[in-house]
Each structure stands twice: as structure tokens, then as C-alpha cells.
């Protein structure tokens, strides 16, 4: 089974509230909520691709320093194995706009739980709960 390496942000407002962006039709799990990212390629650090995929997914410019790794999510699904780790961010340049005709939703930590997600993020939820309170 191929491993599938995935980074995903929780980027989080000045209210405590965090971004879920709505996976497009067409694609695998569309209409399901996620944390933004995207696939590492090769060569890439995650921290890069996390930079990389939120100027082109959101248009805001995310530095380095301000991605700090939370957890991370391993899972298998029928035909490949994610691995995904999860950073959480809360300084950027700009706002955060949806570039991919994506829909996006701040979400307060505790309502994460309510929002449909692919089956790897729902374990991430508890962490971001802990961190950032309901």
C-alpha cells in the first residue's frame, strides 16, 4: 500500500475560531470539511508545502516561524495510507480568500466535531479542543 504524505494547517483568528475549507466537487470526499494543505512533493519540507498550498489555495502568505506542529493523523484508506501531519498557525499576511472556488467556514474548536470531515481529520479534533478550548 503507497504512503501518502499530507500536511494540513489549523490556521486560528483572533476569536479562536479555525478554517475548514469544503473539498470541491469532482475531487475525492467532496463536500467534506478539511484542514487547508496539500501533498508534500519531492523534496519538499512540509513546513515549505504548507507555504506553497496557502498562497495558492487562500492567498495569504503564511512564515515559517509562525507553523507550529500540533499532532499528526495516520490512516488508511482502501487504496493508500495518509499520513498527515497537522500544524497550527495564527499569524499570516492577508485574508484568507478562497482561490480553488472552495468553500470556506471559521469554525470554533468545539463545532469542528459537527462539520462532516474525511475520516483522518476527526481525530485531530480533540487536540485543537485542548489547545484552544470549546
Excluded at 519531492?42 to 507553523?67: F, K, Q, S
Amino acid at each position: 500500500m503507497r504512503l501518502l504524505l499530507v500536511v494540513a494547517v489549523a490556521l486560528v483568528d483572533t476569536d479562536g475560531r479555525v478554517l475548514l475549507a469544503q473539498r470541491p466537487p469532482g475531487k475525492q470526499l467532496a463536500g467534506l470539511w478539511e484542514f487547508p494543505g496539500g501533498k508534500v512533493e519531492p523534496g519538499e519540507r512540509p513546513e515549505e508545502t504548507l507555504i506553497r498550498e496557502l498562497a495558492e489555495e487562500l492567498g495569504i502568505t503564511v512564515e515559517e516561524p509562525c507553523l507550529a506542529p500540533l499532532t499528526f493523523a495516520s490512516h488508511a484508506y482502501p487504496d493508500f495510507h495518509l499520513l498527515m501531519p497537522l500544524y497550527i498557525c495564527r499569524r499570516w499576511q492577508g485574508t484568507p480568500r478562497s482561490m480553488e472556488g472552495q468553500a470556506l467556514k471559521w469554525v470554533r474548536p468545539g463545532a469542528l466535531r459537527e462539520m462532516p470531515m474525511p475520516p483522518a481529520d476527526a481525530p485531530l479534533i480533540p487536540f485543537l479542543v485542548d489547545l484552544l478550548g470549546p
